[in-house]
């Protein structure tokens, strides 16, 4: 009998394999493991992601890359935090070809180090790195992920309202 555990992952990677731009630039999640703590990210050559000299076009590159460190801290902070990615950095290394890997992975002790830093601050920004790979290991891409992690319940900083300027001249 599947576990709690087995079952969410496996309606995750359900999920995010019948996702429409997933399907659309031919992305396929090949393995999401029990804790949702490494995704495994597959994209073959298609003639729908094939740029004009013929590799993968840059953007199914990122696109591959785009929400699965969000998805393990959510996952694995729980309900009461927010997690957004905020920014990111794709490198390209060499055109890409045949079929392109990434793997995605947020060890134990770094979701504590973040959940501790979000809990202690109220926020935190944390950054990933992930590369692209092709079937001989090559390093086709790198990416650069900052996310921004924050617990509902800390209050928000208001920002300082500033007086216009008009308010504050004396004629």
């Known amino acids: 009998m599947a576990t709690s555990d087995q079952r969410k992952r496996r309606r995750l990677q359900r999920i995010l394999n019948t996702y429409p ?7 396929r999640i090949k393995r999401v493991s029990d804790d949702i703590r490494t ?6 050559l298609h003639f729908w992601n094939r740029n004009y000299v013929g590799t993968h076009f840059g953007g199914s590159l990122y696109s591959m890359c785009d929400p699965f460190f969000m998805l393990i801290l959510i996952n694995n902070l729980g309900k009461d ?34 959940r501790a830093a979000a809990d202690a601050q109220g926020k935190v920004e944390p950054v990933f790195h992930v590369q692209v790979t092709d079937q001989e290991d090559n390093v086709v891409a790198e990416i650069d ?8 319940d800390f209050p928000r900083q208001e920002k300082p309202q500033e007086a216009s300027p008009q308010a504050g001249s004396q004629n």
């Open 145 to 152: 992920k900052l996310l921004y992690v924050r617990r509902k």
């Open 21 to 27: 731009p997933f399907l659309g630039a031919g992305i």
């Open 39 to 44: 995704i495994e990210v597959h994209m073959r």
């Open 81 to 114: 935090y927010v997690v957004w990615d905020k920014s990111a950095t794709i490198r390209f290394k060499k055109p890409g070809t045949g079929t392109m890997k990434a793997v995605f992975h947020v060890p134990p002790e770094r979701i504590q180090e973040i």
